[in-house]
């Protein structure tokens, strides 16, 4: 035995290594079989090999595999568990294998090696090798399973089990190559199919009908498409099963249980696919006579989750808390006796389970359709097929969400900088164009909604009242929602409404709201006795009305999905937002307890608990996670939260469009009227009793009552539709202007002064109406602005008609007088914000205002009520056309009312102080006196005249200009005004001054777009400039020994004006200035103003006015067209100025140590100045500057960048601003000009060197007035520049390496001398940091050689454009830097091993890159004699001393000493090998390794 299976080892090993040849292989199968019987060892290495030789030998077809294959079946049948495990999975890969070589083998075969065979359906195929083996496979599995002889496996039988297994394997794998293959795709219709409907036909057993029922599966999911009337068939068996139709075999015998969850659990992947249901549609629901696959499908879940209401409970929680069907005494004693029976039960051990659905206890741990090794059907539990039907219902309606909101969202995209977005309408699939796939597709959506949502409702909204834990009630809730959002985006209004009008009834149960109403706060006795277990009882049985009923969590979840769905469907509910807010105001009542204040949700008794409410979360639910675990939909159930959600309902109209709008608000007033006719109605009734009950109005109350609004005595706040019509009104005050009257002005004004003008209203709801109409008002004049003028007028009057409907109502009593004087103070309020800008209704003001001197009018005593069938069309209440004419004397009252005629003479007052009705003489008058006034030595009366008034007046004008006619007195007008500013701006008061430039500068900023180019230069030219140069010649006046004060007042006020100009350029600059006839003056003039500030000015208007310049030319933006060229010439002229001024920063005498005249500011918005104005530059010319300009670019700034700053910035861990901006511009400069890199090495170069050679003094003076003469010295380093500019250099090197013109003009040469300097120092080096731990400068100066010395050395002699003497030059320049860092000295460090390990490095570097091309012809002689003795120098390890000459003691010379210190330094100067003993004693040199 131990020979077999070394022999099998050996073979498998051979056919590993493909040694085995393709004739032996029959003569190997058959050994194999013949061996096969001897052991268990000998039979799994019998398996090893044959996997590895069918996997190796892919030509094995035909018999040869049949005898492989067979060999598995066989040992498969052993009754040995690991023979036969391994066998399967063996069998299992090599048929998967068999499949994927027809993947694999894609060439065409020769037609010799193609094989005919006949198809079950008589046709005649040509196969290739491969696949007629995966053909014959599949057949012969089929065959096998459906207990038939194969056609090419030798098998007599095999397990049907075993068969649908590989079956399923294959189809699971392949499923896309059956569809490529028609031949193996026939043998599913005439093979499997049959097959399978026989094996669940019959009566079988589990584990057969398991796997026929996960062949099904995949096949309704796979081959739907191909498989049209076999899917058809097997899903409507499935659904026959489900639903209870389809309950005994084909032999009389009832089905098991098991079946039917099978079923159940198929059709639940099913449900999960949205594709696939849409393609079932398709093929069988779209037609009139087709099978209706979904539509029963549906049908069949809802049957199957509404038949045992017993087994699923009702959930006590959807009909309120406190809220019970009866409160008798019988019912409670009810109670206690299933409390006392569930706790005899427990104490025995008897389990008792409430009925419901929750996944803990109706959930299997693996589904039955997946438990493949049970022989018997699990214990399934018996909630589980309910929970499965309601999983099925919930994948349904995701998938309807999943593929329809998608492309809703697709349809309405938010794009970018659009605006504010508006919730978008239903998608109106009709007029869409039918060509778009999208398009197609929701329609097929719709048509299956249509179908199917009678079913789905019924069965979700039975499922919502059902006891279901919180997980499948959230799921539920979810599915409820999905459906309802996309029955709306399609479009489909009865859906939609049904689906929102059944989550308001689960979100506000009836119940609730009536037994709210029927609710009185109890009283608590003071005194009590003893209680019986009688009374005991009974106070139980009147619990549930002992504390005010509150909503469940499950009401509130359903509340906020309502609330979320209406959100979403905003801009298409139409008509039916008056149910949604129906709901939503009876939420608020029950919410904030009967509309009177919030509270929070009250906790019923202990004993009432179980019944009605699920147990309070306590702390020990909390730390056990319950909390937590709960779904999201059932998290933030506060009432404030939801009260928030129902706010932001309302504040969503802002989003919708003009029509969604009026529906919504239509909807708002038509519940408002109701509410108000049956509260009137309510009075009438107790006013007159004797009203028969047939009569419309009591009909009409009792109407409303039925719907759960009840009218109570219990005192309101309010009326909730009155208070949200303010609301929104407010929200889309925007809509009441811009949009047409009828949208929303019309409609919710109407309605407010309807209210408050019905006598027989409350007066509690018309002081509200008032109050809201009120706020409304207020803000309209306020948001008038960038409107026509006609517009203006049309809403101003509008707006003051409406507010003369309130002003102007009749009555005498109290709530009319407070009607009367809300009104009043609103058209105060009106006025003192916006009398200036009423262009119309000064007669209706007025006779507002003159009313209130007139005698009030007695109300009458009845008036027409709202009517019936008025309400659907127009939710206002009709009322008597107001009228101006004068009252009859007979109804003067003897008093007025003294109250309203104060308020009204506020009002008065404010209309007296106008300057609408001023003529343009007398604006021009007010102005000279407002000059006038701004000239005062009150320094108040002049502030409020230059910066209130006169800004008040330029208003004034400004909204005259806008008559074309008028236009240009006006501009002559607003000239004049800037003029008499333009004099105020050179007060002597700071305060004034400042004032009057804030003045003049906001009024054209705020009008700049309005001024014609005209106007624009007469700004420029007579104010803006006069105003520089008068401030300047202003400040020229005052003594430079004046106070300190005084000087520094004036150049702020030289920085505002800079400022302001520099808004005023960055803002218009494009948009006007530009188009300007003498542009090019107004900028050369401009860059003249800020080059006279930077040279003669003191520092802080220096950096104002590069910032200013700098925000001018920001604004070009990208210019096009003619204003490119106009910015060019703008940069020229610039370019000059700036050149003219860093000229005069790098003059000798503008550069005293320590002394600098400017700042680091300074110098920072200098470079930023010239970084914008190259950005604009290059973008004018589109291309870079010339070499000559990028020259003396760079020796500006090289100058600035060593300029002797009176301030210090530390500049050792960091790049200070102006030396991180000075290398952001030549790192921008473009190196494709010629000459470029070469510039900008020998600069980087000329900076490296900064930190060793050009260090500054700055001088601080101690701030101590006792110690004037001490000085403290700080120095900047550079040495972030030198850390960040030494890579910088070896890496442009590495890119220009190739360039001849660096090698020529000595460029290279810099770039070395600049590293020299670092390497020759070594320890001498300053601190490369102060805080941290920075490589030392020589190394990283070492490091950036070696890249540099790498790439030249074997460059410099190749470069025939330079001459020997360069070359020369260059080694020269790399042999001084080889002897600094070989010769340097490192007595302070010389133990230092890292150290001495990089110049290990280094020396190796040398010898690799630099000493193998000295023997190079154009290197001279001395060049290499001189790296020899560098090497020799480096290289010694003694040192000849003197030490062992010693010196008397009493410090006589000894006659000796000199000649000896003579052969000293004769031998120390002699070569090594000259040297050939010496008697002078020697020392050891440090570092004998580097030596070596």
Known sequence: MGKISLSLGALQRLIALKSVPQRALPHVLGTMGEVMSQGVDIQLRILQVLLSLVTNFLNMHGMVLGDALLLCFRLQESRIAVVSSTAAA???????????????????????????????????????????????????????????????????????????????????????????????????????????????????????????????????????????????????????????????????????????????????????????????????DSEADGSRVFASMITALKRL?????????????????????????????????????????????????????????CMMKLQCIDQLDKADAPMIPEGYIY??????????????????????????????????????????????????????????????????????????????????SDDLFSGTLAALQALTNVSGVLGLHTPRDAFLSSLSKLAIPARVVSKLDSWVEPVTPRGGSGMGVVDGIAALAGASVSTQPPLSDRNIACLKVLIYSATFLGGSLGPSWFNVLEALQNADYVLTGKGTRLTTTHKLPSALLTASRQPTLSMDHIKSGQLLDRPMVLMDVEPEHVLAAIQGLFESTRDMDDMAFHHFAVALCKLSAEMIEMQVSADMDETNPDEAPGSPTVAFAHRRRMSGIQLTRTPRSGDFSVSKLGAISLLNIHRMIYADGEVAWNPITSHLVTILRHHLAPSSLRLQASQNLDNVLVVIPKALTGLEPEHIKQVQQRTLDVLALQVLTEGGSPTVADIRRMGLETLHQILQTGSHTLLVGWEVILEMLSSVCRPTTSAPMSARLVSQESLPNTPTVPTTPHTRGTPLLATFTEKPNVPLIRSAFQSLTLVCDTLVSLSSEQLKLCISTLGLFGRQLDTNIALTAAESLLWSVSDSIQMRRKDPQNEVQYNDLWMYLLAELLVLCTDARPEVRGGSIQTLFRTMQLYGLTLSLDMWHQCMWKIIFPLLDSLRNAASLLSPDGEQSTLSAWDESKILALQSIGTIFNDFLISKLIQLEDFDKVWDTFVQHVQTSVLEDSNSITTVAFRSIEKSLKSFREPAGINKNIADRSCESLWCSWEI?????????????????????????????????????????????TIERLESLAGILKAIMTYPCSDFRPDVDALTPLQSNILAIFESIDLLVPGAPSLLLGDLAHFVTLAFTSSSDLHELSTSPRVNDNIKVKKVTYIALCKRVMPLLAHLYSRFKNLADIYGNGTVEAVLTAYSIPIKLKYNCPAPSKFGADLPLWKLASTSFISVAKDCSPRISEMKDASDERVAKIWRKLLEVIEGALLADCSSAADDPIDEEFDHIFIAVIATHIAAYLGHPRIPDDIIV???????????????????????????????????????????????????????????????????
């Open 90 to 284: 063996t069998l299992r890969q090599l048929v998967m294998f068999i499949f994927e070589k027809v993947v694999i083998d894609t060439a065409p075969a020769p037609a010799e090696e193609l094989q005919s065979v006949r198809l079950p359906d008589g046709t005649v195929a040509q196969l290739k090798p491969s696949e007629l083996d995966a053909y014959c496979v599949f057949e012969d599995l089929c065959l096998l399973a459906n207990m038939e002889p194969p056609r090419s496996l030798r098998l007599e039988s095999l397990p049907k089990t075993f068969s649908l297994e590989l079956i399923e394997s294959v189809l699971t794998n392949y499923h896309g190559l059956f569809h490529q293959r028609p031949e193996i795709l026939l043998l599913l219709r005439h093979h499997l199919s049959p097959l399978l409907l026989k094996s669940l036909s019959e009566k079988a057993a589990f584990p057969l009908s398991l796997r026929s029922t996960r062949v099904v599966f995949i096949l309704l999911k796979q081959f739907s498409d191909k498989l049209a009337t076999e899917s058809e068939v097997f899903a409507m068996m499935l659904i026959k099963l489900i639903s209870g139709e389809e309950t005994a075999t084909s032999d009389g015998s009832r089905r098991p249980s098991w079946m039917r969850v099978l079923a159940t659990e198929v059709i639940r992947g099913l449900c999960g696919d949205a594709d696939l249901m849409r393609r079932y549609w398709q093929s069988y």
């Open 305 to 361: 989750v509404t038949e045992r209401p017993g087994l699923l409970g009702t959930s006590q929680q959807m009909q309120g808390l406190g809220v019970q069907e009866s409160n008798k005494l019988e019912h409670v004693a009810g109670m206690v006796a299933n409390a006392a029976t569930t706790t005899v039960s427990g104490a025995l051990g008897i389990h008792s389970t409430a009925p419901g659905l929750s996944l803990e206890s």
């Open 387 to 468: 929970v499965l039907g309601l999983q099925c219902l919930v994948s349904i309606a995701d998938g309807f969400a999943s593929s329809v909101l998608p492309a809703f969202a697709t349809f309405n995209p938010k794009l970018p900088n659009s605006g504010p977005t508006r919730l978008p309408s239903a998608l109106d699939l009709d007029n869409s164009d039918p060509s778009n796939p999208l398009v197609a597709q929701l329609r097929v959506e719709r048509r299956m909604i249509e179908d199917g949502w009678p079913g789905l409702l019924a069965a979700l909204s039975f499922l919502m009242g059902t006891n279901l």
């Open 1141 to 1185: 001024i860093g000229s005069q920063i790098a003059l000798p005498n503008n550069r005293t140590p320590g002394h600098g005249r400017y700042t680091q500011d300074n110098l920072v918005a200098l470079v930023d100045v010239v970084k914008t104005l190259r950005t604009l530059s290059k973008y004018a010319k589109s291309s870079e500057w």
């Open 1426 to 1492: 001189g790296f020899g003795q560098v090497l020799q120098e480096a290289s010694k390890i003694h040192e000849i001393t003197a030490d062992s000459h010693g010196t008397p003691s009493n410090g006589d010379s000894i006659p000796h000493i000199s000649e000896d210190k003579e052969q000293i330094d004769e031998t120390n100067k002699l070569e090594s090998g000259q040297v050939i003993a010496t008697t002078v004693s020697t020392s050891i040199l440090p570092r004998e390794r580097f030596s070596y």
